[in-house]
């Protein structure tokens, strides 16, 4: 299975979990990452570093994060390119988690996952746009 771990600015990570735990039950390889207002860069380096090296069993690993070019985005490309297992994606979604979530463990690479997780992101944003109903007016007929 490919691990997952969800990280972001504040309790994005862990709100986005406990989430997930509500739609689609507990996750497993999955670990989530906050970076709280007290911590440091370094800490959150810590804090992913401990993050992949507890998914050890995982093949591969993809990391979903808030912000592109944010500090857990960054941090995730910094430790995680060099291990060659692990993929960074920015902009996640609660839709796209979930998703990403439960169709892990069928997807055949780390890369296509993370091909997956861009799209369903993607499809996930959605504007509600009213479209009023022609009124037919209909007779008393034959």
């Given at each position: 299975?490919?691990?997952?771990?969800?990280?972001?600015?504040?309790h994005f990570a862990?709100?986005?979990?406990?989430?997930?735990?509500?739609?689609?039950?507990?996750?497993?390889?999955?670990?989530?990452?906050?970076?709280?207002?007290?911590?440091?860069?370094?800490?959150?380096?810590?804090?992913?570093?401990?993050?992949?090296?507890?998914?050890?069993?995982?093949?591969?690993?993809?990391?979903?994060?808030?912000?592109?070019?944010?500090?857990?985005?960054?941090?995730?490309?910094?430790?995680?390119?060099?291990?060659?297992?692990?993929?960074?994606?920015?902009?996640?979604?609660l839709g796209m988690?979930?998703?990403?979530?439960?169709?892990?463990?069928?997807?055949?690479?780390?890369?296509?996952?993370?091909?997956?997780?861009?799209?369903?992101?993607?499809?996930?944003?959605?504007?509600?746009?009213?479209?009023?109903?022609?009124?037919?007016?209909?007779?008393?007929?034959?």
């Amino acid at each position: 299975m490919i691990g997952l771990i969800v990280t972001g600015h504040g309790h994005f990570a862990s709100g986005l979990t406990s989430s997930l735990k509500l739609i689609a039950g507990e996750p497993q390889n999955y670990v989530a990452v906050d970076f709280e207002e007290t911590d440091s860069t370094d800490d959150l380096a810590k804090k992913l570093t401990e993050a992949m090296d507890s998914l050890s069993e995982c093949k591969e690993i993809l990391v979903l994060s808030d912000l592109a070019g944010g500090s857990p985005f960054k941090t995730s490309v910094e430790i995680g390119f060099p291990r060659g297992n692990v993929e960074v994606i920015a902009g996640t979604n609660l839709g796209m988690l979930v998703e990403i979530n439960l169709t892990r463990t069928f997807s055949e690479s780390v890369k296509d996952l993370a091909e997956s997780a861009v799209n369903v992101g993607k499809d996930q944003v959605v504007r509600f746009v009213y479209k009023p109903v022609e009124k037919i007016e209909v007779s008393d007929g034959i």
